[in-house]
Each structure stands twice: as C-alpha cells, then as structure tokens.
C-alpha cells in the first residue's frame, strides 16, 4: 500500500508563489510517474504537470512557464513550484503517483489566489 501526504496550499496574493510537495510512502518497487492534478468549484478535475521517472515532464498550457514540477528520486517526492499565480488557478490540488502500475491519489490541498 501506497501513502501520500501533499502539503504546500494556502492563499495567495495574484502574481505571488506557492510550492506543493508530495512524498509517497509504503512498499514501493518502482514509481512510473509523478504528477499534479486540479479540480475548480463546479469543473472537472483535470491535469496540471506530470514528470517520468526518466525526468520527462509535461505541462497543461494554461500553467506553462509558470509552474515547474521536480522530483526527488531518493525521497519518492514530487515539488511543484507554482509562480505568477492566477486567480483562475484557484483550485484543489491533488498530487497523482503511479506505482508499479498502480493509481494513488492524495487527498488534496486547496490553492486560493486571491488578492
């Protein structure tokens, strides 16, 4: 069984910054990927960034060149470094694992940029 603990949400002035973390614990073999997802009042969740094991990431275009995702291999831990945040950017966070083809979801946490 795999655990993740998020943390890193709060409130946020427009323009500001904001970084989340996820760490992955339990019995882990092997992780296929690591990523971050979002869900607005009233919208489907949808995908923020996600990063391979190799370090290939990919990036919604509404977050590009704003958000940068990283990952700490030794840790099981996944950053996402949020810059010049958006209002529209308010949201539930929630970080995605992919170990040993198997999907774990964090529980969230609530970004607000408001100023």
């Known amino acids: 069984q795999v655990h993740l603990v998020e943390s890193g949400g709060g409130l946020v002035q427009p323009g500001g910054s904001l970084r989340l973390s996820c760490a992955a614990t339990?019995?882990?073999?092997?992780?296929?990927?690591m990523g971050w997802h979002r869900q607005a009042p009233g919208k489907q969740r949808e995908l923020v960034t996600v990063?391979?094991?190799?370090?290939?990431?990919n990036y919604a275009d509404s977050v590009k060149g704003r958000f940068t995702i990283s990952r700490d291999n030794a840790k099981n831990t996944v950053y996402l470094q949020m810059n010049s945040l958006k209002p529209e950017d308010t949201a539930a966070y929630y970080c995605?694992?992919?170990?040993?083809?198997?999907?774990?979801w964090g529980r969230g946490t609530q970004v607000t940029v408001s100023s």
């Open positions: 995605l694992v992919v170990a040993d083809m198997e999907h774990y």
């Open positions: 339990g019995s882990i073999s092997s992780i296929n990927y």
């Open positions: 990063i391979t094991s190799g370090g290939y990431t």
